[in-house]
């Protein structure tokens, strides 16, 4: 029994790999302990069946069938796995697509920084969303295209809740980058390659050893379940449940997985990437309204978080995320400087969301980029990751990273 449940956990590993998602790897998985665990006898044929995810939204299932025989002089076990494919249509009513100039209707524009904004509308092109650049020295929003959609109540946050809970974790000690996580049987996962795959089974695990009270404490601290601006006209409010999921709808498992039951807005997951990417600083957003808004910027600190030494593991699996995770498709577009992010992707009521939140470390600084799409089909976290590469080149080619040169300073008096 125990050679025949080896091979049904291993044909199923196999077919999760075969699929390839945000979600599937975790949902197989959960179906190969299952498998593991049922009593296995003579002529009995067990199907195990599952709506996959394709970056957090069903568009697939596989159904695989495991047949066990008794066969051979000493009725020996041997098990069987044969996989068959089955397409399963998820509706949606959301339009992924919109006129740009209906998306930028009524922006505020004269204190944004008019390179990253043009750069902006330019990656966003006809994708239902919006486009948020960020100044993490500072928290001054740079650009910030389709402000109706920045500054609405948001959406559930999808994968991008992760980023709160590893660093929840990292500061529970409950894991460090290298930690091996063990996710049943013999299957183990570390936050590097959690964060890079975006897998749910991990963060599930890690939301149950936090429980719901610490996990919400972080999220609140890191900005969510607050207004992220300081006196920005227009901004509503993302929530946080004061409550734990019923477990029968996932319980804080599906919580630090998801982002169910939380409403996060593009400025919230700004201020918290920012937050990663300055050593810990949750600056107040601000958006200058004027020139003289510029001229007389002055930063406002929401508070400082004790996160600078969990920083380096949280870079590195931000990183790998880029380099060959989820959002791999950024690379398409863009690869002369580090970027470090993190995609999210889920479905509700017919209407689909895409999320990127990410930092770069540029020759002249870091800067901060959120896209949230929302939609149907073509929208999920890859495609906003393909969309900040699109920024990124943008900014690239106005020569908006070249080191500015200052004017000499002539110290001679006099003339001659």
């Given at each position: 029994?125990?050679?025949?449940?080896?091979?049904?956990?291993?044909?199923l590993?196999?077919?999760?790999?075969?699929i390839?998602?945000?979600?599937?790897?975790?949902?197989?998985?959960?179906?190969?302990h299952?498998?593991?665990?049922a009593?296995?006898?003579?002529h009995?044929?067990?199907?195990?069946?599952?709506?996959v995810?394709?970056?957090?939204?069903?568009?697939?299932?596989?159904?695989?069938?495991v047949?066990?025989?008794?066969?051979?002089?000493?009725g020996?076990?041997?098990?069987?796995?044969a996989?068959?494919?089955?397409?399963?249509?998820?509706?949606?009513?959301?339009?992924?697509?919109?006129?740009?100039?209906?998306?930028?209707?009524?922006?505020?524009?004269?204190?944004?920084?008019?390179?990253?904004r043009?750069?902006?509308?330019?990656?966003?092109?006809?994708?239902?969303?919006?486009?948020l650049?960020?100044?993490p020295?500072?928290?001054r929003?740079?650009?910030?295209?389709?402000?109706?959609?920045a500054?609405?109540?948001?959406?559930?946050p999808?994968?991008t809740?992760?980023?709160?809970?590893?660093?929840?974790?990292?500061?529970?000690?409950?894991?460090?980058?290298?930690?091996?996580?063990?996710?049943?049987?013999?299957?183990?996962?570390t936050?590097?390659?959690?964060?890079?795959?975006?897998?749910?089974?991990?963060?599930?695990?890690l939301?149950?050893?936090?429980?719901?009270e610490?996990?919400?404490?972080?999220?609140?601290?890191?900005?969510?379940?607050?207004?992220?601006?300081?006196?920005?006209?227009?901004?509503?409010?993302?929530?946080?449940?004061?409550?734990?999921?019923?477990?029968?709808?996932?319980?804080?498992?599906?919580?630090?997985?998801?982002?169910?039951?939380?409403?996060?807005?593009?400025?919230?997951?700004?201020?918290?990437?920012a937050?990663?990417?300055n050593?810990?600083t949750?600056?107040?957003?601000?958006?200058?309204?004027?020139?003289?808004?510029?001229?007389?910027f002055?930063?406002?600190?929401?508070?400082?978080?004790?996160?600078?030494?969990?920083?380096?593991?949280?870079?590195?699996?931000?990183a790998?995320?880029?380099?060959?995770?989820?959002?791999?498709?950024?690379?398409?577009?863009?690869?002369?400087?580090?970027?470090?992010?993190?995609?999210?992707?889920?479905?509700?009521?017919?209407?689909?969301y895409?999320?990127?939140g990410?930092?770069?470390?540029?020759?002249t600084?870091?800067i901060?980029?959120?896209?949230?799409?929302?939609?149907?089909?073509?929208?999920?976290?890859?495609?906003?990751?393909?969309?900040t590469?699109?920024?990124?080149?943008?900014?690239?080619?106005?020569?908006?990273?070249?080191?500015?040169?200052?004017?000499?300073?002539?110290t001679?008096?006099?003339?001659?």
């Open positions: 029994m125990v050679k025949s449940s080896r091979l049904v956990f291993f044909g590993f196999v077919l999760a790999l075969a390839g998602s945000e979600t599937a790897f975790a949902k197989v998985v959960h179906h190969a299952k498998a593991v665990k009593k296995a006898s003579s009995v044929v067990t199907k195990t069946s599952h709506r995810a394709h970056s957090s939204t069903t568009t697939k299932a596989a159904t695989a069938k047949a066990v025989a008794r066969s051979g002089r000493r020996v076990a041997k098990a069987k796995l996989v068959g494919r089955t397409r399963y249509t998820e509706r949606f009513t959301g339009n992924s697509f919109a006129d740009i100039d209906n998306l930028t209707l009524g922006d505020v524009t004269q204190g944004e920084d008019p390179v990253v043009a750069a902006a509308i330019e990656a966003l092109g006809n994708m239902n969303g919006t486009a650049a960020i100044d020295s500072s928290g929003i740079l650009a910030m295209v389709n402000q109706k959609l500054l609405s109540p948001g959406a559930e999808c994968s809740i992760k980023l709160s809970v590893a660093l929840a974790a990292l500061e529970e000690g409950i894991v460090t980058r290298d930690t091996p996580v063990n996710l049943g049987g013999h299957y183990h996962l936050l590097t390659e959690a964060l890079a795959h975006s897998n749910n089974l991990y963060f599930e695990t939301g149950r050893s936090l429980g719901f610490r996990v919400k404490h972080y999220a609140n601290q890191f900005g969510l379940g607050e207004l992220a601006g300081y006196n920005i006209q227009g901004e509503q409010l993302g929530t946080y449940p004061d409550h734990e999921l019923p477990a029968s709808a996932g319980g804080v498992g599906r919580m630090c997985s998801f982002g169910e039951s939380v409403s996060m807005t593009p400025l919230q997951l700004g201020a918290m990437v937050a990663i990417a050593g810990g949750l600056y107040y957003l601000q958006h200058p309204q004027t020139p003289d808004d510029i001229a007389n002055n930063p406002k600190v929401k508070r400082i978080l004790d996160i600078a030494p969990l920083l380096p593991d949280m870079h590195v699996g931000m790998a995320a880029v380099q060959y995770g989820t959002a791999r498709s950024l690379k398409a577009n863009f690869t002369a400087f580090p970027v470090m992010g993190k995609t999210g992707t889920c479905s509700n009521n017919g209407v689909r895409g999320w990127f990410s930092f770069a470390d540029t020759p600084g870091r901060v980029t959120v896209i949230f799409l929302e939609g149907g089909r073509p929208t999920f976290g890859p495609k906003a990751a393909e969309l590469g699109q920024f990124y080149r943008g900014l690239w080619e106005r020569a908006y990273f070249q080191p500015k040169v200052q004017p000499a300073t002539d001679t008096t006099g003339t001659r």
